[in-house]
């Protein structure tokens, strides 16, 4: 008995450590390596390759995993933002979603703004693999979305466009710099009256959960850690003016969605 319960747990351990290493060679390790000049150089140098390799892609997005990774949250952060485009009317309108994102949250989102009335719905990426990929989720969806290759920090979309901008996770991917100007912009794109509508990381309430949380951004995403203080996006969104916001947060404090509304 003593011998299975030995081996079980170093079959558990062996398989934490390997899942951890995996991950650190695919998202901060391969960041590190950019750093010393290995690999890609450019606006999409930020950009992990479980984003940009097609085969990472593949092999990581399973819903299971996916929602694991933000702490069984996901359909819940998900719902918050759907029920928020379910408040607008999008009759006729456009809707845009700055990056895609692992899971089921750009079928779910392009559902219901499609469901609402929604006339398009755009979806833009810096990495083309991503936008592919997206695309294979939506089905007959598809018919209603543009998918463009573009940057989140320099829109090609014209001001006041959008009746919803959605962005599921991309702040804490972002150097610094760009937190701000991906804000700036997505707010640009937003018409009065619409939302600019943001699930993020957040500081948690629990120290416990605080330091856990802490030692996951440094090993994994230290551009993440940003968001609890000196980059927080509601005071950036407020800071650009002519918005109303609320920021409700869950699990204990570790998870956001910003409302942000144009007035
Ligand atoms: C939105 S985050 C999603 C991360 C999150 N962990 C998830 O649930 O999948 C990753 C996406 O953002 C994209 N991205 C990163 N920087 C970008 C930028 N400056 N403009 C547009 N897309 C960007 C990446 O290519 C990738 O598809």
Redesign the pocket.
Known sequence: MNSWMTSSFLVVFTGLVCTALFFFTVTRGALIARGLGFGERGASE??YPI??DMRLIKMVDFQPI?SA?LLFQYDRLVSKIVAELQTLNLRDREVLI??????NVIPRVVGAAVASGARRVHL????KN?LTHARGKLGDLARKVEFSE????AMRHSDGSVAANVI???LH??PHD?KGE?LKEAARTVAPGGKLLLAEFHRPDSWFLRVLSWTYFKVFEPLGLALWDSHDPLHYIESLGGFSCTRSTCFFGNFQVIVATKQ
Do not use: Q, R
């Open positions: 930020h950009v984003y940009s996916i990774i700055t990056s895609c994102a692992f899971g833009i990426d810096l990495i991503e573009a940057n989140a920090t599921f996770f991309l991917e972002l760009l991906a």
